[in-house]
């Protein structure tokens, strides 16, 4: 994901998802690409999904709530922030350097953490 080709590490996660299926990083690595690529509200979906199966996995738990500010669903972000209990998610820098997160999320979570519309 470092490259920033997003279509072919979507790919390159759905292979690791499907081989290894409770790797949930291989899973929430595609859905963070799948968001970079456009596919915003499948990746919401899958968000979920994750979370539903990881109720306390603080990457999807931050990517929803970054995603979910960024749609305009503040109230749901502000609900799934409050779940996020790593403070390395506070950290912009940290995310898009260490974690990597594609520049659309985290230009979302920037906004978040900001109060400021998208």
Known sequence: MGLGNWAEAETCFSK???LAPFFSFA????????????NTEQAIREMRTLLR????????RAAL???QWAAGREGDA????????????????WVRCKRRWPP????????FLQLKSL
């Open 27 to 38: 899973a929430a690595n595609r859905t963070l690409a799948m968001y970079q690529l456009g």
């Open 16 to 18: 690791a998802a499907a």
């Open 78 to 93: 502000e609900t799934n922030w409050q779940r996020v209990e790593d403070p390395r998610y506070r950290d912009v820098n």
């Open 53 to 60: 199966r990881y109720p306390d996995f603080p990457d999807m």
């Open 65 to 67: 709530a970054a995603a």
């Open 104 to 111: 659309t999320l985290v230009s979302s979570l920037e906004a």
